[in-house]
């Protein structure tokens, strides 16, 4: 079981910057593949960033891709989400998820595949 804290969310204006931190529980975080996704009103939920449980690979949504970096610390089980040049079209509740092992292909851009979600921190980027 793992148990996830989004934290950092907040209210910016276009072209400021973020971090968002998502604090996890359990020993064996660093097993875990790790992602974020968000959610804007009125829109399914979507991919935004993951890291492998290593850290060594990252992968991105093409619309966050040179904008955002995802990282994490294993010592502190703790994911990362560096948001800069933020956009209002950034505005959404931003979730980080955790899925028991590394992802492959097109899983780690699909909700399903991951097992543990926080509870969701709010950006807005206002213009």
């Known amino acids: 079981q793992v148990q996830l804290v989004e934290s950092g969310g907040g209210l910016v204006q276009a072209g400021g910057s973020l971090r968002l931190s998502c604090a996890a529980s359990?020993?064996?975080?660093?097993?875990?593949?790790m992602g974020w996704f968000r959610q804007a009103p009125g829109k399914e939920r979507e991919f935004v960033a993951a890291i492998s449980w290593s850290g060594g690979n990252t992968y991105y949504a093409d619309s966050v891709k040179g904008r955002f970096t995802i990282s994490r610390d294993n010592a502190k089980n703790t994911v990362y989400l560096q948001m800069n040049s933020l956009k209002p079209e950034d505005t959404a509740v931003y979730f980080c998820?955790?899925?028991?092992?590394?992802?492959?292909?097109?899983?780690?851009?699909?909700?399903?595949?991951?097992?543990?979600w926080g509870q969701g921190t709010q950006v807005t980027v206002s213009s």
């Open positions: 359990g020993r064996t975080f660093s097993s875990y593949a």
């Open positions: 998820a955790a899925a028991p092992s590394n992802l492959f292909g097109i899983a780690r851009y699909v909700p399903s595949a991951y097992d543990y």
